[in-house]
């Protein structure tokens, strides 16, 4: 071997060793990201009795009905392959339901034209939790465009209840706020986790997600036995993700 292609084969072999070492430098560095997501979510509830219910349950889901709430906090992601991501994070979610009427006789039969009987009503039910997610994602399409399925499950712990009344007469708003007193809340609730989603990379250190997601719990609102209460949500999750 003459002494020109001695040098050009050991700085070939030196290149491709800085590019291994760079490149295993570069995967270490990469396996971890943190970020900030925001879901506005659709949320309502599901109705379950244990005991024969005389149309209370089928009354309920005639007056009450969905509203809007979301899912906000911080998300870490741990990168196992290059197809298989593990998530995680901090979540607090604002979940619930209303009742709204138009005809306030229909709530109050018996008053007929009192003049102290609202014209219409409105009821907005408040549930929050602090959640602890655990999410696995795996990518089905793996470039700089990312298309990904995930599951999982979230531990929610209840943080707290506000209901919000607005009762309207002669087109004036009338407005109260409380915390549902004497109700039996579960603490710790375990909500099942599904979605589709999307990250699109910008740069080495900034990523942003789109995922439509849904959420249903496992456990009841209450402790009641006799009726179960089981919340659930769609909504669209909006991310932002930064690595060193």
Same mark, same amino acid.
């Given at each position: 071997?003459?002494? *020109? *292609?001695?040098?050009?084969?050991?700085?070939?072999?030196?290149?491709?060793?800085?590019?291994? $070492?760079?490149?295993? *430098?570069?995967?270490?560095?990469?396996?971890?990201?943190?970020?900030?997501?925001?879901?506005?979510?659709?949320?309502?509830?599901?109705?379950?009795?244990?005991?024969?219910?005389?149309?209370?349950?089928?009354?309920?889901?005639?007056?009450?009905?969905?509203?809007?709430?979301?899912?906000?906090?911080?998300?870490?992601?741990?990168?196992?392959?290059? *197809?298989?991501?593990?998530?995680?994070?901090?979540?607090?979610?604002?979940?619930?339901?209303?009742?709204?009427?138009?005809?306030? !006789?229909?709530?109050? @039969?018996?008053?007929?034209?009192?003049?102290?009987? @609202?014209?219409?009503?409105?009821?907005?039910?408040?549930?929050?939790?602090?959640?602890? @997610?655990? +999410?696995?994602?795996?990518?089905?399409?793996?470039?700089?465009? +990312?298309?990904?399925?995930?599951?999982?499950? $979230?531990?929610?712990?209840?943080?707290?209840?506000?209901? +919000?009344?607005?009762?309207?007469?002669?087109? +004036?708003?009338?407005?109260?706020?409380?915390?549902?007193?004497?109700?039996?809340?579960?603490?710790?609730?375990?909500?099942?986790?599904?979605?589709?989603?999307? !990250?699109?990379?910008?740069?080495?250190?900034?990523?942003?997600?789109?995922?439509?997601?849904?959420?249903?719990?496992?456990? $009841?609102?209450?402790?009641?036995?006799?009726?179960?209460?089981?919340?659930?949500?769609?909504?669209?999750?909006?991310?932002?993700?930064?690595?060193?």
């Amino acid at each position: 071997m003459d002494t *020109r *292609r001695y040098f050009l084969t050991i700085a070939f072999l030196c290149l491709v060793s800085i590019g291994f $070492s760079q490149t295993q *430098r570069f995967n270490s560095a990469k396996r971890f990201s943190f970020g900030f997501s925001f879901s506005p979510d659709y949320t309502f509830r599901t109705l379950k009795s244990d005991v024969d219910d005389i149309g209370f349950i089928d009354m309920r889901n005639e007056m009450e009905s969905a509203r809007f709430g979301f899912t906000t906090g911080l998300t870490v992601k741990y990168r196992l392959s290059e *197809r298989w991501i593990l998530e995680s994070g901090l979540q607090y979610a604002d979940r619930g339901d209303k009742m709204e009427t138009e005809d306030a !006789d229909y709530v109050f @039969p018996e008053n007929g034209d009192d003049p102290f009987v @609202p014209d219409k009503t409105k009821t907005i039910n408040h549930y929050y939790f602090l959640g602890i @997610p655990l +999410k696995a994602n795996f990518y089905v399409v793996n470039k700089r465009t +990312k298309v990904f399925l995930s599951a999982g499950i $979230s531990t929610d712990f209840f943080s707290g209840s506000k209901t +919000k009344q607005i009762y309207t007469y002669n087109g +004036k708003d009338e407005v109260s706020t409380f915390s549902e007193e004497g109700v039996d809340f579960n603490t710790v609730n375990f909500v099942g986790l599904a979605g589709l989603g999307v !990250d699109y990379r910008i740069n080495e250190k900034l990523e942003l997600r789109f995922e439509p997601i849904v959420r249903y719990s496992f456990s $009841s609102l209450t402790t009641y036995s006799d009726l179960k209460t089981y919340l659930y949500s769609a909504g669209i999750n909006f991310a932002i993700y930064f690595q060193k």
